[in-house]
């Protein structure tokens, strides 16, 4: 995998509770430096984004329900709606882990595809926190993900204990089959740790760390 192929499969990420504005717009230079297709940044700094990457065909993602996925449906879906409203493009969610905890698996599938109606057709994501799951969890909540129409099932936020592995990446590759979207995020630091978890089954990869992963430095990504 050379560097433009890592480059395309990148989510550029500036998720980070204190990030200012003048933060956001430092990243979206960054971005358009180095040629990131896709960033991800919270909800309140969607339309400042948008508004520099536009000119430039990158997109703007959101994480909806982040960090713990623990809101309603109905706020979830209103987040949604709001974040397209403001130029969002992608929307990574967070499952209800409760829910999934508690063997509720209609709630957790009923709140995935009340956020995918909402997105209309764009691009969406759904993070699963694999640290926070038994096997089983993972093999079950993929079904459910793909029976409700998302298009990725995501490894982690990288804020609740635990990012991408190889063998979690394998394994939910392993359940959806080839033709469904895998995004690993969460300490991915090294062009080694990419090309791994490439060589696993991801064909999307989540960072804030991107500059370094691409550069074959030492990344300090969480997300």
Sequence with gaps: MNRQQLIEMIDFTLLKPTATKDDITDF????????FKTVFVNPCYVSHAYRILS???????????????????QT?????????????EEIDMLINLGALKSGE???VGSDIREVVK?????????????ALLTEDEKVTVCKIIQEAGADYVKTATGFNGGGATVEDVR???????????????????????AVNIVEA????IGTSGAVALISGGQSSSTY
């Design 76 to 88: 979830k879906v209103a987040e949604t709606i709001e974040a397209i409203g403001n130029g969002a």
């Design 118 to 130: 909402a997105s209309e057709g764009l691009t969406t994501k759904v993070i699963i926190e694999t």
């Design 201 to 204: 089954g991801a064909n999307r």
């Design 105 to 107: 698996f209609d709630e």
């Design 28 to 35: 979206c230079n960054t971005t358009i430096e180095h040629g």
């Design 55 to 73: 000119e430039h065909n990158i997109k703007v993602g959101v994480p909806i329900g982040f960090s713990l996925g623990g809101a309603t449906t």
């Design 171 to 193: 394994l939910l590759r392993s359940v959806t089959g080839p033709d469904f979207g895998v995004k690993a995020a969460g300490g991915i630091r090294t062009y080694e740790d």
